[in-house]
Nanobody, 123 residues
Framework: EVQLVESGGGLVQAGGSLRLSCAAS????????IGWFRQAPGKEREGVAC????????DYSDSVKGRFTISIDNAKNTVYLQMNSLKSEDTAIYYCAFDYGFGPCGVNEYDYWGQGIQVTVAS
């Protein structure tokens, strides 16, 4: 089982930046993906950004393209989500998750999930 722990959330003013980190337990798989997802109050969980284990393939939701960047540090088993130009609508609980292989950046594709971390953007 893969264990994931998110960090780096908090409160930020609109227009500001945050960097989320997702630390994974030892990953011994040849092919996998890590994704960031979010769930706002009263809304369904949605995909934000996903990355393949070699960092060569990424996928972003239209709502964050050009503002968020996902990256992976394999030496640290850590995936980052750099969030710039934050908006109030980015307020949500953010989750990272693990998928065997790289497929659609969708909630139903991912197998293991972190506990989530709150991001609040004040307008």
């Amino acid at each position: 089982e893969v264990q994931l722990v998110e960090s780096g959330g908090g409160l930020v003013q609109a227009g500001g930046s945050l960097r989320l980190s997702c630390a994974a337990s030892e990953l011994t798989y040849d092919d996998y993906a890590i994704g960031w997802f979010r769930q706002a109050p009263g809304k369904e969980r949605e995909g934000v950004a996903c990355i393949s284990n070699d960092g060569g393939t990424t996928d972003y939701s239209d709502s964050v393209k050009g503002r968020f960047t996902i990256s992976i540090d394999n030496a640290k088993n850590t995936v980052y989500l750099q969030m710039n130009s934050l908006k109030s609508e980015d307020t949500a609980i953010y989750y990272c998750a693990f998928d065997y292989g790289f497929g659609p950046c969708g909630v139903n594709e991912y197998d293991y999930w972190g506990q989530g971390i709150q991001v609040t953007v004040a307008s």
